[in-house]
């Protein structure tokens, strides 16, 4: 199957790290309180919502565990789509590298009568062709939907959290080949070091020193792919020494450098 959807209702959900898919997220958020990071911006959301991950974006969310979360997930890509859905009836959509769309009552029960049917069919279909054109179909018309709220919505709200952590996670993307010590970044920004790791997990859902290593792996996937050699890489992704870079590298990723390199190939 070339797109799926799960249901997910529970307390204390928690999402991987700092991560990113080879294909698009949408989220229908029917309940939760959440804190989301998408590369360098901090997000925040109440209550029932659209979020949308184009593929390839870099992120992680953190929902309240006090809060219900309940919430349908549809994973996609447009690839796949493209033979019934025309890009034009996305193409807003897709111009965002994240979209979050604040939805009346009306609006989730409406959109609730769209994916129920989508979420049905495929977990009834047990591979069967017809059923899983008619859920592609479903899938389409509720992708076309939601290009139509972002439309009409999209520049009426921003859920962009505008703290000082904004300009923190500017600074270590801008910076990632230099040595980042916790305690300089605060003094950076005139506050303890204590304050600055408080503020940042409850901002983005994840450490600060979580947030340079994913960073820091991804550049140097990007780095290694562009033709750099290891021991550049290392360098160039603000490692300490070539071995560090190696031997954190398989932790992270299961695979050396040279072996994520021809594993690309």
Known sequence: MDFNVDFLDCTGFKSPNMHYHKYSELIFVLNGSLNFLVEDEVYHSE?????????????????????????????????????????????????????????????????????????????????????????????????????????????????????????????????LSEKLLVEEIADLFYISRSKLMSDFKKATGITIGDYILCNRIKLSKELLMSGKTVSETAVLSGFVNTSHFIRTFKKETGKTPLQYCRSKI
């Open 47 to 175: 209550g029932s919502c659209l979020i949308f991950f184009k593929e390839k974006q870099f992120h992680t969310t953190d929902v309240d565990p006090s809060v219900r979360y309940t919430r349908y997930n549809t994973t996609f890509r447009y690839k796949h789509l493209n033979d019934i859905l025309d890009y034009e009836a996305v193409r807003e959509l897709y111009e965002q590298d994240c979209a979050v769309i604040p939805l009346s009552e009306k609006e989730k029960e409406e959109l609730l009568s769209m994916i129920k049917p989508i979420y049905r069919t495929l977990a009834d279909s047990e591979d069967n062709i017809y059923s899983s054109t008619f859920a592609k179909h479903l899938l389409c018309a509720l992708l076309t939907k939601v290009n139509m709220l972002v439309m009409s919505k999209a520049d009426k709200v921003d859920f962009h959290v505008d703290t000082y952590i904004n300009r923190v996670l500017e600074y270590i993307r801008k910076n």
